[in-house]
């Protein structure tokens, strides 16, 4: 029989010695030799992470499913967590195991020699994980005074002053001596039409930004970054930043930078649309997210694989590949869908209106035996208008709710009439002819796209749906024009990118 002793700190800052000695001793002194010790050091933070999260606890659940574990020794409960749902979590697990749990500070062994819970260990469960929870609301609660404090007080609350500025002993931001220069003289390059480029090329030749070893796009960006801050100016003025620059070369700087030709600004990721993100995986099971630099779905996380899909091609081969899904019918199987959905809804809100009638008449009849007990003077009047004002509201309450269904089962009525119609079609989203309907037809109707490539440039795509159907087309990128094959009955049909237009 084997013992884990299940070690956790939450930073690197603090060691794991002292709580691996104390619980080795105990697991010893029970009987345990060395070699049947497994010791699971970890660092991580038992507030912050859920139990999937938790590395050393699920290397814990291996070792006890492969294992022949019977222990699990903790120096203290909140060694297992700071978070009392995963807390009870792992005591039922442990339960269900038959491996019982011994805690040090405060001592408790949580099962008794049938494999029962003991009142005891329960006891001390409930109390002690809700206290380590509560010291973590506890002390987020004390840094965040302490944040709100600081900033009251003019001083840096957390973290790091931004480019140009320190802190001084007592924690007031101040002008950084050898920064501060670098970022007026930024400023007074760009509003005399220097380039973001140029400027950091020389500052970074300079050694003055960044150090030379970095890449010379990271200067330019972080010049970039440099224009817009608007804590230079103090813009704002509740900031705890003292003004390098005055307002009117900050604003003259930004009056510079609108007015730089669109086709030189950086693009930004939200001005475009991607249709088949989270949807497209390669054939060895790889998630391949787009890249805006080059027009392509690459390997999620980057690193080199021969898949390298072109956007566009990609694209125009799902509109295809979808647009005939949807008119080979799927539109009726829809709605076909809805009207069952909303036939049930319907159904369902008229045995709530006969529920509420009911209600309805029984409080008024208690209403009547109520105004009959106090004319035959045996319910004191007070009282008895206590009661019926009472039955009277709730009366109210549910006339109200019976209103609010009748309304429901109208609006319901005109959705059928509508789907009834045979010609509801020509209202309704059919096509996917951009990027943004393609991806709400992605969404509403897809579930997987794998990508195969073929040769040069030439790739098949598998679109697999909702209802099970699956459909092929492949696609061959031109210099000029983009070739499709969508599968038609086994054939493979040609498309070009000009005819789709």
């Not at 269900?96 to 049938?114: E, H, S």
């Not at 007074?188 to 973001?196: P, W």
């Not at 669109?262 to 390669?282: A, D, N």
């Not at 999620?300 to 081969?317: D, E, I, Q, R």
């Amino acid at each position: 029989m084997k013992a884990i002793a299940l070690i956790r700190v939450s930073t690197k800052a603090q060691q794991t010695e002292s709580q691996s000695i104390k619980v080795k001793e105990a697991i010893l002194r029970d009987g345990f030799k060395e070699k049947d010790i497994i010791e699971l050091d970890d660092t991580e933070s038992g507030s912050k992470l859920s139990e999937e999260e938790r590395s050393g606890l699920n290397r814990m659940k291996h070792h006890i499913e492969t294992d022949d574990v019977s222990a699990v020794y903790v120096y203290e409960i909140s060694r297992l967590s700071r978070r009392s749902a995963v807390v009870y979590s792992i005591r039922d697990y442990l339960i269900a195991k038959g491996v019982q749990l011994v805690i040090l500070n405060p001592y408790c062994r949580m099962l008794n020699p049938d494999g029962s819970m003991s009142n005891e260990s329960n006891i001390l469960f409930s109390l002690f994980s809700g206290m380590a929870e509560n010291e973590t609301y506890i002390r987020t609660e004390r840094m965040m005074r302490g944040k709100a404090r600081k900033l009251a007080e003019g001083k840096l609350p957390s973290g790091y002053p931004i480019y140009g500025y320190t802190v001084d002993s007592n924690h007031y931001i101040i002008r950084e001596p050898r920064q501060a220069p670098i970022v007026q003289e930024i400023f007074e390059r760009y509003a005399d039409y220097e380039s973001s480029g140029s400027i950091g090329k020389d500052l970074w030749l300079r050694g003055c930004l960044c150090a030379k070893t970095e890449k010379l796009i990271s200067h330019q960006t972080k010049v970039c970054a440099i224009l817009r801050e608007g804590r230079y100016a103090k813009i704002d003025p509740n900031s705890i930043y003292p003004a390098l620059i005055s307002k009117e070369l900050f604003y003259k700087v930004q009056e510079i930078r609108m007015s730089t030709p669109e086709y030189y600004r950086r693009k930004s990721r939200t001005e475009y649309v991607y249709p088949l993100q989270g949807f497209i995986y390669s054939d060895e099971g790889y998630l391949l997210s787009p890249s805006i630099t080059n027009n392509r779905y690459l390997k999620l996380n980057g690193g080199s694989y021969p898949v390298s899909l072109n956007m566009k091609g990609a694209h125009g081969l799902s509109k295809i590949i979808i647009n005939q899904y949807l008119m080979s019918g799927v539109l009726d199987i829809d709605r076909d869908k809805q009207r069952e959905e909303l036939n049930l809804i319907y159904n369902q809100n008229k045995v709530k209106i006969a529920g509420i009638d009911c209600k309805i008449a029984a409080l008024q009849k208690e209403n009547d035996m109520i105004n009959s007990r106090i004319i035959k003077g045996r319910l004191a009047e007070t009282k008895g208008d206590e009661m019926m004002d009472a039955n009277i509201d709730e009366i109210h309450s549910l006339e109200d709710e019976r209103q609010t269904l009748i309304y429901n089962n109208t609006v319901i009525d005109n959705k059928l009439a509508y789907l009834a119609n045979p010609f509801f079609q020509e209202n309704e989203l059919v096509q996917a002819k951009t990027d943004d309907e393609l991806k709400t037809l992605v969404n509403k109707y897809l579930t997987k796209v794998t990508v195969k490539k073929l040769g040069h440039s030439r790739y098949k795509l598998t679109f697999l749906f909702n209802d099970g159907v699956q459909k092929e087309g492949s696609f061959y990128s031109y210099c000029n024009d983009i070739i499709y094959y969508v599968n038609e009955n086994g054939k493979e049909k040609e498309y070009r990118e000009s005819e789709l237009k």
